[in-house]
């Protein structure tokens, strides 16, 4: 597609609910992140996958998050039993080749949650 | 650790006046800096980024930065701000090494307004 796209857009959710968020990378970009951005702070790293592979998952709060990205395209980001600390924007953003340390990454619209 | 420094959260210019947009830098002589513009239910976009070479930076839409080594600053400017121009502004880092992955490292964010 012309651009990162994300999908829901909102997701309003109760405590203890699994949810899965979804990226879809600018087509033939190698690199995939996720970023989370609470509300008055700029975007923090979660993970990120060259293809089908995660090579950072340092960013992941704790357990209960998880991503995958199994065909080396899209990926979703997991997140089992939520709760309202969750709540936030993700961000997911994709890069040509993710082995040039200046390259640029291009942020989709990003997926507000909302846990109750 | 590594961060990035955005001291002002709120900024108010009147359209036509110049703009400069603060950001401080710790640790990494040759930082990679970056500055994206968050507009309202918009992703993030790159304005310009820094890596190497001359220090004076020349972005999108009439934006320039100018990294400073010796204050660890990497400043956004533009001579004469247009309404279209208020958004969120975004200063970010890339790693502090090569083959680290290419993790970005986000100021806080400094949300600009323009009067009309």
């Known amino acids: 597609g012309a651009g990162v796209s994300q999908s829901p857009r909102y997701k309003v959710t109760k405590r203890g609910q699994d949810v899965a968020l979804r990226c879809d990378p600018i087509s033939g970009h190698v690199s995939l992140y996720w970023y989370r951005q609470a509300l008055g702070q700029g975007p923090e790293f979660l993970t990120y996958f060259n293809y089908e592979a995660q090579q950072d998952k340092s960013g992941l709060p704790n357990d209960r998050f998880s991503a995958e990205r199994p065909e080396g395209s899209i990926s979703t980001l997991t997140i089992q039993r939520t709760e309202q600390r969750d709540s936030a924007m993700y961000r997911c953003?994709?890069?040509?080749?993710?082995?040039?340390?200046?390259?640029?990454?291009?942020f989709g619209p990003g997926t507000r949650l909302l846990v109750l | 650790a590594q961060s990035v420094t955005q001291p002002d959260i709120h900024i108010t210019v009147s359209e036509g006046a110049s703009l400069e947009l603060r950001c401080n830098y710790s640790y990494g002589a040759t930082p990679y800096l970056f500055w994206y513009v968050q507009s309202p239910g918009q992703g993030l976009q790159l304005l310009l980024k820094y890596f190497s070479g001359d220090t004076l930076v020349q972005g999108i839409k009439g934006f320039e930065a100018e990294f400073k080594r010796s204050q660890s600053s990497f400043n956004l400017r533009k001579p004469s701000v247009h309404w279209s121009d208020a958004a969120e502004y975004f200063c970010?880092?890339?790693?502090?090494?090569?083959?680290?992955?290419?993790?970005?490292?986000f100021g806080t964010g400094t949300q600009l307004k323009v009067e009309l």
């Open positions: 953003a994709s890069s040509l080749t993710g082995t040039a340390i200046q390259e640029t990454q291009y």
């Open positions: 970010a880092r890339g790693p502090l090494l090569t083959g680290g992955g290419n993790k970005l490292t």
